[in-house]
Structure formats: structure tokens, C-alpha cells
């Protein structure tokens, strides 16, 4: 049958991309070929999903985040940081953790067994 798996990436070092998201503006990273935008919830804490709009594609992290809200800047939709739901829509999210010094995203794969 088909079984979700995650795959784990390492983005980087924590502390070295923690300083480099601001409060208000989420980042973009290439993690292995994904497009995966980092954003800092209000409570500090990070998140990442995909960096893609549902609504024309355009990317998200060009641009701001506002009560743990990610808001495309093209047509102002928006998003919940936990769990990728608004507008209508929603947008994939993915599992970070911390791993001693390092920042590790899971993406979510569906494959056999």
C-alpha cells in the first residue's frame, strides 16, 4: 500500500538561519530541488512550507508574515502558519527540527511499503 514517509534535509545552521528570518518577513530556501519558505511564528518559534501560492504559483516568501499568518504579496491571501489552511485553500507545511547545531526539514514523500 501506500505509506507516507518522511524524508529529512538539513537546511543549515539553526542559529545562523534563525538571525537571518526577521519577525515580518519570511525567507526562501532551495532544501534539495523543494522551494520551502522559513517564517518565525509570534511566539519565536519556526515554520516552514512550501514556497508556493496556490492561487497563480507566485512565491511567498516574497511576501510578510502578521499574526501567524503568511500573506501572499499579489492578491493578499493568506495562510495560517501551523497548518498552511486559508483563502480557501491551503498550502503544504512541513516538520522542522533541531538536531544538535543544524536545522532539518522533513518533506512529506508517498511511496510504496
Not at 545562523?16 to 519570511?26: A, E, G, L, M, T
Request: aromatic share 10%; hydrophobic share 30%.
Amino acid at each position: 500500500m501506500f505509506k507516507p514517509k518522511i524524508k529529512w534535509h538539513r537546511v543549515g545552521d539553526y542559529d545562523d538561519i534563525y538571525h537571518q528570518i526577521s519577525d515580518k518577513k519570511p525567507k526562501h530556501f532551495d532544501v534539495m530541488g523543494h522551494d520551502v519558505v522559513l517564517c518565525k511564528k509570534e511566539d519565536g518559534n519556526l515554520v516552514a512550507m512550501k514556497d508556493k501560492c496556490p492561487h497563480h504559483g507566485k512565491r511567498l516568501s516574497e511576501g510578510w508574515c502578521e499574526e501567524n499568518r503568511i500573506v501572499c504579496p499579489y492578491h493578499q491571501f493568506s495562510f495560517d502558519l501551523d497548518t498552511g489552511l486559508g483563502s480557501g485553500t491551503g498550502v503544504d507545511t512541513y516538520t522542522l527540527e533541531k538536531r544538535d547545531r543544524d536545522l532539518f526539514v522533513g518533506i512529506t514523500k508517498v511511496g510504496l511499503f
